[in-house]
């Protein structure tokens, strides 16, 4: 039964208790802000909405990125950003027996995580690490990726922070970690055994047992979002841990995008940046033989003239029909690619 986009009858920051918020794309590109996204945040803090920073960026230490924040204005504490090297440096200790020796392909953030969980870093392959940990790191060389290949085809257990093959940067999008790992795997023919990052849902369940480790309650699932411009990452996380989410358009993801969305990577809200904390989600509603509609906007869908059209290609409501849409068109076997889909300009 396919699983339509949601409406809320409070804003997003009143109807959750703790957003689990993305930063590559949502709070920032690189050093520079994305626009509104401080004076929303701001704003949920104040209708009493609890901030987590959920990255998969495994370079920068906790407060490194708190210190980015606090210079947007933001009221943050290092323990309130979850980077991938805090949770890979957990998931390798539960691995391999205390003490081992870990190889860590890696910026200095992740070697700390690594050692702060009793583990052993080492840089050389030939002492036989008991695992190799692969983080994204744009000073990595080319011997660095060789050391982590020999490991690995040593009996290294391979693990990675993230699987992202792309990172928005201020200049546009870079190769990620994803993009990175691809070289050991090429050259080794083993994948890694597991990955610290989304689109793991880990680090949402680990954001929310930090959040009670100072003597908060616990904040269920259902009263958890998890934000992010990443259908593939932070909205499949969402899906795979139980949680909603809202996907925004200030990153990655795209209409077309999303129209095209397979049932697993489909977010629960979509809106074009993070202003939607402070703003009730109109729900979309099915008149059948594929019109949809929300808000005031109107969506279309003929799979048999194969023509899709909307009322207003600037508006998000109509965007958020087009979506319900097409989703129900494929799932009932249409082709999505043989139709024309509508060019939104939000």
Known sequence: MTRFLKGTTAPIAEAYKLALLDLDGVVYRGKNPVEHAAASIRAAEAAGMTIEYTTNNSSRFQHVVADQLKGFDLDVEPWQVITSSVVAARM???????????????????????????????????????????????????????????????????????????????LGIAPGCGSMIRAVIAAT??????????????????????????????????ESIAIGDRLDTDIEAGNRGGYDSL????????????????????????????????????????????????????????????TFVVSDATSVDALRAAICAAWQAADAGVDMTAITLPEFTL
């Open 189 to 222: 023919g083993v994948e890694p055994v597991a990955s610290a990052g989304k689109p793991e849902s880990y680090m949402y369940d680990e954001a929310r047992e930090l959040n009670a480790s100072g003597g908060q309650s616990l904040v269920p699932k259902d």
């Open 247 to 306: 996907a925004v358009l200030t990153g990655v993801t795209n209409p077309h995008e999303l129209m095209l969305a397979p049932a697993h990577l489909r977010p629960t809200y979509v809106a074009p940046d993070l202003r939607a904390l402070g703003e009730t989600m109109p729900e979309p509603r099915d008149h059948g033989d594929g019109r949809w509609t929300c808000g005031g906007a109107e969506a279309v869908l003929d799979a048999a003239a194969g």
């Open 92 to 170: 390798v200790a539960k691995a391999v027996p205390a003490g081992s020796t870990v190889l860590v392909v890696g910026a200095e953030h992740l070697r700390e995580e690594v050692t702060r969980a009793g583990l052993v870093v080492t840089d050389d392959p030939t002492v036989k690490p008991a695992a190799v940990i692969q983080g994204w790191f744009p000073e990595m060389t080319w011997q660095m990726m060789a050391n982590a290949a020999f490991a690995v085809e040593a009996g290294a257990t391979y693990f990675v922070t993230n699987r992202d093959l792309t990172i928005p940067r201020e």
